[in-house]
C-alpha cells in the first residue's frame, strides 16, 4: 500500500468543514452537511463490500472453494468501483485538494520506503511470541525448522489453497483499498487527519458484524458464545497476535504459512 498521509490528506486536514472561511472558499456545502456526506459515503462502502460477499446464493458454508471463488469476483468488482465513490463525493462536497485522485488515496513515490517498511516492522513484531512459542514447543531443531517453512513446496501449496489466498492476498488488498485508501480521503475533511486514522477501523470492524449471522446460520457458535468471545477480544485488544497451535513433527511445520494464515479470518 501507498503512503497514506501525503500532501494531499494534509491538505484535506487542513480544509476541514467546520472552519467556515475554508468551506465557503471552496464553495462546497456547510459543515455539517459535508460531515454527513462523508459519513454516508464511508457507510456506503461498507455496506457495499459486505453486501456483495452475498449477492450469491449458496448453502454451502463461506470456506468452501466455490463460495470463495464467487466472493472473489464480487469483491473486486466493488473494490474496483470504490474510487468514483471518493469522485461522487468530492463533487457532492466540493472539496478540491489540488491533488489527483491516486495521490489522494495514496498511491505515490513520496515516502514509500517508510510506508512499506514500518507496517512490516510492525508486524514482525506482532509476530515475534507466537514464533517464540512455536520455536520452544517443537521438539525438532531450529535448522529442520526452517528448512521446512522455506521449502518451495510448502509455499507453492499455499500458493493453490483458496482460504490461503482469501486471506493474504484478496481480503488484505481489498480491504486496503475500500476501507483505508478510500476512507480517508473523505473522513479526513470533517474530523481531521488524526482522528480518521482511529475513525476508519470503526467502519472495518462494524463491517465485521456479518460473520456473526453466519456463525449462527450453520450453527457453528451460539449467541452467548460469540457475544462472549466479542467481550474477550475487547478487553484483550483487536491487536493481539494469535496463539499457534504446537507442532510435534517436522511434517506439520510444512503447514506453517496456511497455520499463520488462519490466524485472522478475513471478510471474503
Known amino acids: 500500500m501507498a503512503a497514506l498521509g501525503g ?3 494534509r491538505l484535506l486536514s487542513v480544509s476541514r468543514p467546520e472552519r467556515q472561511p475554508e468551506s465557503a472558499a471552496l464553495g462546497g456545502p456547510g459543515p455539517g452537511l459535508c460531515c454527513w456526506v462523508s459519513v454516508f459515503s464511508c ?5 457495499s463490500y459486505v453486501g456483495s460477499l452475498y449477492v450469491w446464493k449458496s448453502e454451502l458454508p463461506r470456506d468452501h472453494p466455490a463460495v470463495i471463488k464467487r466472493r472473489f469476483t464480487s469483491v473486486l468488482v466493488v473494490s474496483s468501483l470504490s474510487p468514483l465513490c471518493v469522485l461522487l463525493w468530492r463533487e457532492l462536497t466540493g472539496i478540491q485538494p489540488g491533488t489527483s485522485l491516486l495521490t489522494l488515496m495514496g498511491f ?3 515516502g514509500i520506503f517508510p510506508a512499506a517498511l514500518l507496517p512490516l516492522l510492525l508486524t514482525m513484531i506482532l509476530f515475534l511470541g507466537p514464533l517464540m512459542q512455536l520455536s520452544m514447543d517443537c521438539p525438532c531443531d531450529l535448522a529442520d525448522r526452517l528448512k521446512v517453512v522455506l521449502a518451495p513446496r510448502s509455499w507453492a501449496r499455499c500458493l493453490t489453497d483458496m482460504r490461503w489466498l482469501r486471506n493474504q492476498v484478496i481480503a488484505p488488498l481489498t480491504e486496503e483499498l475500500v476501507f483505508r485508501a478510500c476512507m480517508l480521503p473523505m ?3 470533517c474530523t481531521g487527519l488524526g482522528p480518521a486514522v482511529f475513525t476508519c477501523p470503526l467502519f472495518f470492524g462494524v463491517a465485521h ?4 449471522f453466519e456463525q ?3 450453527r457453528q457458535s451460539s449467541v452467548g458464545s460469540i457475544f462472549l468471545s466479542a467481550g474477550r477480544a475487547c478487553r484483550c485488544g483487536h491487536s493481539r497476535p494469535p496463539r499457534l497451535q504446537r507442532s510435534s513433527s517436522p511434517t506439520q511445520l510444512s503447514s506453517v504459512p496456511t497455520l499463520l494464515s488462519s490466524s485472522f479470518a478475513q471478510d471474503t
Do not use: M, V
Open 7 to 9: 500532501d494531499g490528506l
Open 43 to 47: 457507510l456506503s462502502l461498507a455496506c
Open 108 to 110: 505515490r513515490l513520496e
Open 187 to 189: 473522513l479526513a475533511p
Open 209 to 212: 458484524f456479518h460473520h456473526i
Open 216 to 218: 449462527l446460520r450453520f
